[in-house]
């Protein structure tokens, strides 16, 4: 079996497709979001749960999500997610610890601790508490999100770290 995120197409097309449209560079160390977010994902659901879960919830979110819908320019996301955090954004630091949660083997020279953004959200809760975390990504956008995602849980002990250029 051969998954596709879109049915119609085959992988390299999709690819070809992301690169003229500016979205290439979003994916390509991402892994899938279930697998970054959730912890048992349902790869696999009976037809009668899904009919069942779907009569529950309605039509209402659907016509939220639309009516909340936002457009914007994959060339203007950064740019955009600066300029708006979703939380607070921190370019000094004091005694904060820094985590560098880019995917990379060499992590950032000043960072405390390197947990890759696919393994934050199971790790973090096993962290100390008592102190103030920064999440450093290259471009600040993973990093909001992320501290958005662990607020969300309930640690407001996170901030972004975005160094003065």
């Known amino acids: 079996l051969v998954i596709r995120p879109l ?37 696999s659901a009976a037809l009668k ?40 954004l921190v370019q000094t630091v004091d005694k904060q610890t ?17 947990i890759p953004f696919h393994q934050l959200n199971q790790q973090f809760s096993a962290l100390p508490q008592d102190k103030e975390y920064l999440l450093y990504c290259d471009k600040g956008v993973m990093s909001q999100l992320h501290a958005a995602y662990l607020h969300e849980q309930g640690f407001s002990n996170v901030k972004v770290y975005r160094p003065a250029h």
């Open 7 to 43: 049915i119609a197409m085959d992988k390299e097309d999709i690819i070809n497709i992301a690169e003229q449209i500016g979205s290439a560079v979003f994916a390509q160390h991402m892994i899938e979001y279930c697998g970054v977010i959730s912890k048992k994902p349902t790869v």
């Open 98 to 114: 820094i985590i560098d949660i880019r995917a990379i083997k060499q992590p950032l020279a000043q960072a405390d601790l390197h």
């Open 49 to 88: 749960s899904l009919e069942e879960i779907e009569l529950e919830m309605g039509d209402g979110w659907f016509n939220d999500a639309i009516d909340s819908m936002n457009n914007i320019a994959v060339s203007d996301i950064i740019q955009n997610a600066n300029d708006n955090p979703q939380v607070e």
